[in-house]
């Protein structure tokens, strides 16, 4: 086997109490931007990020909070949303976060082979997903969480209920900013990636130093045995527990980016958070807060299982981990 292809050892991560997952979002704003930049933890978030609020978001907001995190940019694929509309949602994010400084650069639109044609003969020949992203036709009316109306044009950007963003996304794309950051601070740039790893693919193919300068790749994806609740979430893996979305909505993204030479990879699948909900009663604690985004969560804060705040957690603080495998 070609050692540049040679998969390296992963962790799988399962936390004690989900709920340690959102502190970074707790109590008053602080201004992150003060500290010494220098000695902060550098951080590409590439994340499909649909909202408003949500898993997606929330995970971001995480990560523009702590403190010792200087956050480089974010990269943005389609995944559970369409790439444009997700790019608005992030902009419109950073306003209100107070964190315009912050880039957001556009990745992939689509996956780099499957289709949404591919997607229906699968389930076809092997039966019918729950959720498939941007691809979800139908959605619950009841007993499920809102989602905006499906629409299957990938340039529609739909009037977001929490406001349209006045500021706009870098020009440059996200494999290339992505190639870019890694060669300015090499060893330096750890990748938090939470949706499809369609951009970082790209990244890889088009510069085949990216994975070995970056310091490490930590992502959300992949399942084992999820542990069954009584949720819809949760529901999808009864019977086929290895098909988590991150990784069949571009699975040879997912085989290019693991086979790539990482000085290190931190996998948390989907098992630790099938009953690891951002509950209700959260969603109105947190809506007390003084931050700039606390009423934009109270507004838009539903009760997802906290699967990227749940990888972003792990990043940010290792200690919550109580068990892993190498």
């Known amino acids: 086997m070609n050692s540049r292809r040679r998969p390296r050892p992963t962790v799988l991560a399962s936390l004690l109490c989900g709920c340690a997952a959102l502190l970074a979002?707790?109590?008053?704003?602080?201004?992150?931007?003060?500290?010494?930049?220098?000695?902060?933890?550098?951080?590409?978030?590439d994340q499909d990020a649909f909202g408003p609020a949500g898993?997606?978001?929330?995970?971001?907001?995480?990560?523009?909070?702590?403190?010792?995190?200087?956050?480089?940019?974010?990269?943005?694929?389609?995944?559970?949303?369409?790439?444009?509309?997700?790019?608005?949602?992030?902009?419109r994010l950073l306003e209100i976060?107070?964190?315009?400084?912050?880039p957001v650069h556009p990745g992939a639109v689509y996956p780099l082979v499957n289709t949404q044609s591919r997607n229906k003969v699968w389930e076809a020949l092997y039966g019918t997903l729950f959720y498939k992203g941007c691809w979800t036709e139908v959605w619950p009316s009841e007993g499920a969480v809102r989602r905006t109306p499906y629409h299957a044009d990938p340039y529609l950007v739909p009037p977001s209920?929490?406001?349209?963003p006045t500021i706009r996304a870098a020009r440059?794309?996200?494999?290339?900013?992505?190639?870019?950051?890694?060669?300015?601070?090499?060893?330096?740039?750890?990748?938090?990636?939470a949706g499809p790893l369609t951009n970082l693919a790209l990244a890889a193919r088009l510069d085949p130093q990216f994975s070995s300068l970056a310091k490490e790749l930590v992502f959300m994806g992949g399942s084992f045995n999820p542990a069954p609740a009584d949720n819809p979430f949760a529901a999808e893996y009864v019977n086929a527990t290895r098909r988590e979305f991150n990784m069949r909505f571009d699975p040879e993204a997912a085989s290019i980016v693991l086979h790539e030479p990482?000085?290190?990879?931190?996998?948390?699948?989907?098992?630790?958070?099938?009953?690891?909900?951002?509950?209700?009663?959260?969603?109105?604690?947190?809506?007390?807060?003084?931050?700039?985004?606390?009423?934009?969560?109270?507004?838009?804060?539903?009760s997802y299982p906290m699967w990227d705040e749940t990888a972003v957690a792990v990043w940010l603080d290792p200690s919550l981990v109580t068990r892993s495998k190498t």
């Open 161 to 164: 209920p929490a406001g349209q």
């Open 97 to 102: 976060a107070q964190r315009t400084e912050v």
């Open 25 to 45: 979002l707790a109590g008053a704003a602080r201004d992150c931007r003060a500290a010494d930049a220098s000695a902060r933890r550098k951080v590409i978030i």
């Open 262 to 302: 990482w000085k290190k990879i931190t996998e948390v699948p989907i098992d630790p958070t099938t009953k690891t909900f951002f509950k209700a009663e959260f969603i109105r604690e947190v809506a007390r807060g003084q931050a700039p985004f606390d009423a934009y969560l109270g507004e838009w804060g539903q």
């Open 55 to 91: 898993s997606n978001m929330q995970a971001i907001l995480m990560l523009l909070q702590a403190q010792d995190v200087e956050v480089l940019g974010i990269t943005i694929p389609s995944g559970d949303g369409w790439r444009d509309e997700e790019v608005s949602q992030t902009l």
């Open 172 to 193: 440059e794309s996200a494999a290339s900013f992505l190639s870019r950051m890694v060669h300015e601070f090499p060893g330096q740039v750890s990748i938090v990636a």
